[in-house]
């Protein structure tokens, strides 16, 4: 008998994600795990349910049959969430952490419908990467949304929404840079600790170039300091003023021409924010209300 409908989620995955390691990525668990749980399925089934091939995955007749039920499964279940929260509602604060891009500028669209969905207050906390996966693992927070994974035992990990990283100024520069003009900017840089610093000199390196060739100007922690500090900036500079930064955090200035941005020639950059909760807290019915509905998000 199938116990749970975990099982029938990593199905759903794989067909979703048309490939078992791209389904254990989404789901955060490992590929031989994902590949165990479709065994379990078809030793239970007595059945084969997808091929394998080169080119991704197939469903066999049994699978497709399969599918149409788990989706019916799944859609049932979601619609009974809300009911269930009901009879198990208490009165407590479910505390959010997320790092700095994602706090400020992400997750307050998203918070009045996390309260809705678990009928109580939402608090959240924001700060760097590895303080909050700190304060997970302490308890403190219940949900953390990253902008990497501070890989720790104990902590599960689930692929969120994807993140593009921008150069930008608040003069119009070109919309695709080479490594040269790179060196006639005048910067504002991240701190070498955030993880959006360690992942720009990385490519940066890929393209022959280096920080601390830059004329760096000034370093900040925040990133609503640098876009402040660069929406502020002498426009009629010779050199404009630019930094990196995730395209969420500057999205409403690029789109009323108050900044602009610019991509590297051939190399998009590009990250995955992450949803982090504690592994003995997999089957808490708030914990499971609220990542389920923030990945739903990627659906839309």
């Known amino acids: 008998m199938l116990k749970d409908f975990a099982k029938l989620q990593t199905f759903l995955m794989v067909i979703k994600e048309k490939s078992f390691s791209k389904a254990s990525a989404k789901l955060g668990i490992s590929q031989p795990a994902v590949t165990q749980q479709i065994k379990f399925i078809e030793d239970y089934l007595d ?26 499964l799944e859609k049932a279940i979601q619609s009974s ?30 918070l009045a419908e996390i309260k809705k969905r678990i009928d109580n207050e939402v608090f959240m906390n924001v700060d760097v990467s590895c303080n909050i996966i ?9 949900v953390a949304l990253i902008e990497s994974p501070v890989f720790k035992d104990g902590v599960i990990y689930r692929e969120w929404v994807e993140d593009e990283l921008v150069v930008f100024s608040n003069q119009p520069i070109k919309k695709h840079l080479s490594a040269d003009d790179l060196l006639e900017f005048d910067w504002i840089c991240r701190n070498e600790d955030s993880h959006t610093r360690k992942l720009t000199s990385e490519v940066f390196e890929e393209i022959g170039v280096q920080c601390n060739n830059f004329n760096v100007i000034g370093v900040l922690a925040s990133p609503t300091a640098i876009k402040e500090s660069i929406l502020h900036a002498d426009k009629n500079a010779e050199r404009p003023l630019v930094s990196i930064m995730s395209r969420h955090v500057i999205k409403a200035e690029i789109e009323n021409g108050t900044l602009y941005e610019a991509r590297l ?12 909760y504690l592994k003995d807290r997999k089957h808490d019915a708030f914990v499971d209300n609220v990542v389920n509905y923030l990945l739903s998000l990627n659906k839309v």
């Open 47 to 72: 059945t084969k349910i997808v091929d394998r091939k080169k080119n991704g995955i197939i469903l066999t007749k049994e699978g497709e049959d399969l599918y149409r039920i788990a989706l019916r």
């Open 81 to 110: 969430e809300k009911e269930l929260l009901k009879i198990i509602n208490k009165e407590f604060t479910f505390v959010m952490g997320s790092s700095f891009a994602i706090g400020n500028y992400v997750l307050p669209n998203y």
């Open 265 to 276: 020639k051939n190399n998009k950059i590009t990250r995955h924010f992450y949803i982090a």
């Open 134 to 142: 700190e304060q997970l693992e302490d308890k403190k927070i219940d």
